[in-house]
Nanobody
Framework: QVQLVESGGGLVQPGGSLRLSCAASGFTFSTYAMNWYRQPPGKERELVAVITSAAKSTNYADFVKGRFTISRDNAKNTLYLQMNNLKPEDTAVYYC?????????WGQGTQVTVSS
Protein backbone atom coordinates (compact mmCIF):
# COMPACT_ATOMS: atom_id res chain seq x y z
CA GLN A 1 0.00 0.00 0.00
CA VAL A 2 1.07 3.55 -0.65
CA GLN A 3 2.70 5.21 2.33
CA LEU A 4 4.09 8.72 2.69
CA VAL A 5 5.91 9.64 5.89
CA GLU A 6 7.05 13.21 6.47
CA SER A 7 9.78 14.25 8.88
CA GLY A 8 12.04 17.20 9.63
CA GLY A 9 9.60 19.72 11.04
CA GLY A 10 10.19 21.67 14.21
CA LEU A 11 10.50 25.08 15.81
CA VAL A 12 12.77 27.57 14.06
CA GLN A 13 13.41 31.29 14.42
CA PRO A 14 12.48 33.73 11.66
CA GLY A 15 15.18 33.71 9.01
CA GLY A 16 16.14 30.14 9.81
CA SER A 17 16.08 27.02 7.67
CA LEU A 18 14.62 23.52 7.79
CA ARG A 19 14.68 20.57 5.42
CA LEU A 20 11.61 18.38 5.28
CA SER A 21 11.72 14.81 4.01
CA CYS A 22 8.99 12.52 2.76
CA ALA A 23 9.77 8.82 2.61
CA ALA A 24 7.61 7.04 0.05
CA SER A 25 6.80 3.34 -0.30
CA GLY A 26 4.26 1.04 -1.91
CA PHE A 27 4.50 2.47 -5.42
CA THR A 28 7.08 3.18 -8.12
CA PHE A 29 8.20 6.52 -6.73
CA SER A 30 10.35 7.45 -9.72
CA THR A 31 7.38 7.48 -12.11
CA TYR A 32 5.10 9.90 -10.25
CA ALA A 33 5.04 13.62 -9.73
CA MET A 34 5.13 14.67 -6.09
CA ASN A 35 3.83 17.69 -4.25
CA TRP A 36 4.24 19.54 -0.99
CA TYR A 37 1.19 21.17 0.59
CA ARG A 38 0.77 23.04 3.83
CA GLN A 39 -2.09 23.94 6.13
CA PRO A 40 -1.62 27.02 8.30
CA PRO A 41 -3.60 27.14 11.54
CA GLY A 42 -7.24 27.94 10.86
CA LYS A 43 -6.76 28.02 7.10
CA GLU A 44 -7.28 25.80 4.07
CA ARG A 45 -4.60 23.45 2.83
CA GLU A 46 -2.55 25.08 0.06
CA LEU A 47 -0.14 23.88 -2.59
CA VAL A 48 3.49 24.82 -1.93
CA ALA A 49 5.56 23.11 -4.61
CA VAL A 50 5.46 20.39 -7.24
CA ILE A 51 8.13 18.29 -8.93
CA THR A 52 7.85 16.01 -11.93
CA SER A 53 8.81 12.34 -11.80
CA ALA A 54 12.35 12.81 -13.14
CA ALA A 55 12.76 16.20 -11.45
CA LYS A 56 13.03 17.96 -14.80
CA SER A 57 10.44 20.54 -13.81
CA THR A 58 9.42 22.24 -10.59
CA ASN A 59 6.84 24.86 -9.72
CA TYR A 60 6.29 26.95 -6.62
CA ALA A 61 3.58 29.01 -5.03
CA ASP A 62 4.39 32.70 -5.20
CA PHE A 63 4.65 32.95 -1.43
CA VAL A 64 7.66 30.57 -1.31
CA LYS A 65 9.44 31.38 -4.58
CA GLY A 66 13.11 32.10 -4.02
CA ARG A 67 13.03 30.68 -0.48
CA PHE A 68 11.95 27.02 -0.82
CA THR A 69 13.39 24.30 -3.04
CA ILE A 70 11.67 21.01 -3.82
CA SER A 71 13.83 18.06 -4.81
CA ARG A 72 13.76 14.29 -4.89
CA ASP A 73 16.09 11.31 -4.73
CA ASN A 74 14.49 8.55 -6.77
CA ALA A 75 17.13 6.05 -5.65
CA LYS A 76 16.05 6.62 -2.04
CA ASN A 77 12.31 7.05 -2.73
CA THR A 78 12.45 10.34 -0.89
CA LEU A 79 11.05 13.80 -1.51
CA TYR A 80 12.56 16.91 0.06
CA LEU A 81 11.63 20.50 0.76
CA GLN A 82 14.47 22.84 1.66
CA MET A 83 13.03 25.89 3.37
CA ASN A 84 15.21 28.96 3.83
CA ASN A 85 14.54 32.44 5.19
CA LEU A 86 11.52 31.14 7.05
CA LYS A 87 8.83 33.60 8.11
CA PRO A 88 6.20 33.37 10.85
CA GLU A 89 3.56 33.03 8.13
CA ASP A 90 5.23 29.78 7.03
CA THR A 91 3.96 28.19 10.24
CA ALA A 92 1.83 25.23 9.17
CA VAL A 93 1.55 21.48 9.00
CA TYR A 94 3.39 20.38 5.86
CA TYR A 95 2.23 17.38 3.85
CA CYS A 96 3.61 15.46 0.92
CA UNK A 97 1.14 14.25 -1.63
CA UNK A 98 0.88 12.22 -4.80
CA UNK A 99 -1.75 10.69 -7.03
CA UNK A 100 -1.37 7.04 -7.96
CA UNK A 101 -3.89 5.20 -10.15
CA UNK A 102 -6.46 8.00 -9.72
CA UNK A 103 -6.19 7.93 -5.92
CA UNK A 104 -4.74 10.83 -3.95
CA UNK A 105 -2.46 9.98 -1.05
CA TRP A 106 -1.31 12.14 1.85
CA GLY A 107 1.24 11.71 4.57
CA GLN A 108 0.44 12.40 8.20
CA GLY A 109 2.12 15.80 8.08
CA THR A 110 4.96 17.45 9.95
CA GLN A 111 4.56 20.62 12.01
CA VAL A 112 6.71 23.65 11.17
CA THR A 113 6.58 26.54 13.61
CA VAL A 114 8.44 29.77 12.88
CA SER A 115 8.65 31.94 15.95
CA SER A 116 11.11 33.92 17.99
Amino acid sequence: QVQLVESGGGLVQPGGSLRLSCAASGFTFSTYAMNWYRQPPGKERELVAVITSAAKSTNYADFVKGRFTISRDNAKNTLYLQMNNLKPEDTAVYYCNTRVSYVTYWGQGTQVTVSS
